[in-house]
């Protein structure tokens, strides 16, 4: 693995040009009709070899020959239905996010240094070039597949790059103004892992708690800013709102922070997949 490590921008070198709720537009939240589901389910009929007439063919006895957890063709619907307002849920909640992010990075005042961007740059690359080598996959391979040329996939890895390496100082900015802190007892609270216990104990081992620190500060930043937002609805008409400032709110046990001293540099990468993704990189 490469000694490289991301390089994080000085957040005293930009600034935002404003700290309230971001305002975002969302598209309504789209609905499952009764024609919806009657075209998921003749499209299920079809895809297993079967032939019906008409969808009024599929009736109770039909389920109950068909599945075992279900009795009646209306707990069929019902359950295209879930399923449906669930991924479109999912889909909003990853929408949201993006838009935020976005709204952030339009308030963001600053320029990236050119020599720490082409670092970053080949930091990722070499990260991927890794990733793909322990997927047995080429860069060939890898560019056919995703219909990329070389030059195309430089642009995509600076297009990329930049837009973390900015996100990441706005979140940072944000951060401090709103006072956010995360505790050693709260990391894996926004930092995802399976098994919470073992990834405290390897942090520790290798020396990046601070450095977990800052990755769970930048996703509850962001969770703020998300939960926050001043959603309008596409195409709904404009309505004045007052101005509302963000909260600047610290937690009594948020202060109660563990610290450890004395731990040798280490570094943070984000895997670039969504703004989100932060990954501690062992040595």
């Known amino acids: 693995m490469s000694d490289k490590q991301i390089i994080d921008l000085d957040p005293k070198q930009f600034k935002m040009n404003d700290y309230d709720n971001v305002r975002i537009t969302m598209p309504a939240k789209p609905a499952m009709t009764a024609d919806d589901i009657d075209a998921q389910l ?101 560019l056919r597949e995703e219909h990329l040329t070389p030059e195309q996939y430089d642009q995509k890895l600076r297009d990329e790059t930049l837009y973390q390496m900015r996100l990441n100082v706005a979140i ?29 104990a390897e942090i520790r081992e290798k020396g990046q708690v601070e450095n977990a620190r800052r990755a769970a500060v930048r996703v509850k930043t962001m969770r703020r800013v998300v939960d926050t937002a001043i959603v309008k609805e596409e195409g709904a008409p404009e309505e004045p709102e007052p101005k509302k400032k963000m909260p600047v709110i610290v937690d009594e046990d948020e202060l109660d922070m563990i610290t450890i001293d004395n731990m040798p540099p280490t570094q943070i990468r984000d895997d670039g997949a969504t703004p989100s993704g932060f990954r501690i990189i062992s040595e």
Not at 74 to 88: F, G, L, S, T
Not at 113 to 133: F, M, Q, S
Not at 175 to 200: C, K
């Open 42 to 142: 003749f499209q299920y009929v079809v895809s297993g070899g079967k032939k019906i007439k008409s969808i009024a063919d599929l009736d109770d006895d039909w389920v109950k020959a068909n599945f075992d957890m279900y009795e009646t063709i209306d707990e069929v619907r019902q359950a295209i239905k879930d399923q449906y307002d669930h991924d479109v849920e999912f889909e909003m909640s990853d929408l949201k996010f993006r838009v935020c992010c976005d709204a952030l990075l339009a308030r963001l005042e600053g320029e990236v240094p050119e020599d720490i961007l082409a670092h970053n740059i080949e930091v990722v690359r070499e990260g991927n070039a890794e990733r793909l080598k322990e997927m047995h996959i080429s860069m060939e391979q890898y």
């Open 172 to 200: 940072d900015i944000m951060a401090d103004v709103l006072g956010m802190q995360v505790g050693n007892h709260q990391l894996t609270e926004y930092l995802s892992t399976p098994d919470p216990e073992a990834f405290i």
